[in-house]
């Protein structure tokens, strides 16, 4: 046994080095046939001995079970973003807000190349790979452990003899030039849709569940700053950037150091020449100030750090012709017309559409079909049209005006359109119409909503032309046979949904009764609420019925009121001396729905800063425009129809008390490090670490003087528990464990 545990531990590190000879290196030192030849070997013995497979093995990379969906889990330390500049004037405020705020003390610069991808949180425990955080709100984001574990390039275990004992790597996963090119021209060959660009290509990747699809998919992943870190000393970024290296993780091989403003513009001017001779995209630089000791001094704002400033090069533009202008009808009825173009070639991505925004936009710009236009793309956003080459205008053509072309008709439906007096758009204001229909069924199953993945948008289409739903709530009468029976094709080609996808999709619509109330209220689509207002009300209500009367909501509307006018002078002398809030706390007196401390307990009021030096002054979590809104929403002909219809189909989606409980338990593993060995009976390894760490705990490969608990499933080795008893750590077995995750 030794013997065989022995060459496990000589193949693992074998094959370690000649990855990272491989990817990072560029240098290999064997032949493909004999790393070949290494790696079967691995598999067999792991496969004759299961029991030594180890969780950082090379063969682990590729997990074989899908996923059901992502654990969204908190960031130790939020992962920020940066604040953008498209010039050299912003940029010299920003070299100056610095040297200010440094008393003129000499200053490092870092200049690096701003990769264009998806930013990612790689966190390392004692060395060894234990989770991959997306970016998310910055505050949390979606466990992508399994997708990160297919790149080849990442280590699952860091090449240091004494690795920290937590090191989270931030940087960016990304897709060669190359490797989206053959991606695309695979998709194509095998009929299937290319994508737009190579960021794309890579965010729709890591979104994938199924990591067997991911490894497929030419990802890359490159290092440029740090989360949380513990048993490191790093003071600059150089140094952060060498220790990266040392220890196996991919850095950019491109940057500069500057001392000065006029060193800081020739940095990016040399950078800018030689773009194109990166394997990537790159959208811009990023500088940086390499101390960390002076990044302290210079702090943060809640988005960005005061210390980096990411310089974008302007967006690219290009000519191409208007071929036609098509309307396209959304969720809320609103139509927007969409520029239809000759296809182009522009910033790494073939275009054929943009927006032209409304008719505003396209009497300003006077656009009209065949014309030749100037289109930008920038970053991001969708490609948009600039302007029109009017010299290169054909001879006849006529101004475009969007009602007349659509002859005051909706496009879908056929009904009579208004022009909207909020707003410059014109809508279709028919609640039945196809295309809205359609657009609030995707909206209603979208992942952050009720995250009914079964009904895409083929399924959903193919239900409203069979006249088998309407809107979202038609879809909880459909049968299993009317179901099955769908047709997905046409009357010649008939490709039916099946029995298999029928009872998947009943079944997700079956949880949905269960899900929480934010969640409902995010499907509802109502206007002005996004993920963050449906999740703040859904946290502090209990129902439906409460949000649809809420003294909360008309409590922010009524304060925030007040505070605009200005409170009155006898509400300030009753102000509790101590209080933050001052005289809006007596607020409450006066208007009497709800008051303000029930708002501060509940976390929708925050003392807030005024720059024109006012004592006193609150934000609320939700704004009080939303609140009206929503208040609005729910005493409307709509969200009237939205309840009666959830109440006869016994659906009453629960939030509040229960929301907030989960809030609480949230935290309930928050500082306490778990270390799982042997077998669990109820889950699998990956998921109860999934689950610890989503109760913001954190899960370790072996025992230490560190580890809170050893949870010891069945078999576990007596070298484990007697480690940690050794160590006073305690060892708790499944029931325990599943009692502190609140499941039992
Ligand atoms: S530093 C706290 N360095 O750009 C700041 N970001 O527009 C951490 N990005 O969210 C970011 N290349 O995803 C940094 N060399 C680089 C970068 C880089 C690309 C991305 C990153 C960030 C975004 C901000």
Redesign the pocket.
Known sequence: MDEIRERLLQLRQAIRHHDHLYYQEASPEITDREYDALYSELKDLERQHPELTTADSPTQRISGTPLSGFVTCLHRIPM???D?TYNNADLLRFHESVSRTLRGAPVLYTI????D?V?ISVRYENGVFVQALT?GNGKEGDDVSANLKTIASLPLRLMLDNPPAVLEA?G?VFMSRLGFARLNEQRQAAGEEPFANARNATAGTLKLLDARLVARRPLEVIF??QGEIEGLEVNTQQELLQFFRKAGLKT?DWLRTVTDFPGITEALLELRQNKNLFSYDIDGA?I?VDSFVQRQLLGQTAR??SW?K?YKYEPERCETRLKDITVQVGRTGVLTPVAELEAVFLAGSTISRATLHNQDEITRKDIRIGDTVLIEKAGEVIPAVVSVRKEKRPAGSEPFDFVAHLGKRCPSCGGEIIRDPQFVAWRCPNLQCPAQNMRRIEYFAARNALDISSLGSVVAEALLEKGLVQEPLDLFSLTLDQLAALNLGTEDEPRVFGPKNAAKLLAALERTRTMPLASWLQAMGIPEVGSATAYQIGRTHRNLAEVANSAKLRGIVSLMAAQERGLPASAISQAPADSVFGELFSWKKAEAVVSAEDLVFLGLLKPGSRKDGASYYVTTAIGPKTAQAVLDFFAGETGQAWLKKLADLSIDPQGGETAVAAVETASALSGKTFVLTGTLTSMDRESAAAKIRALGGSVAAAVSKNTTYLVAGENTGARKTGKATELGVAVIDEKQFLEMLGEK
């Open positions: 920020l973003s940066l953008n690096e190349p701003k990769i991808g930013s970016r931030r960016e440029y700053a950019q990023v940086k960005a750090p980096a990411a």
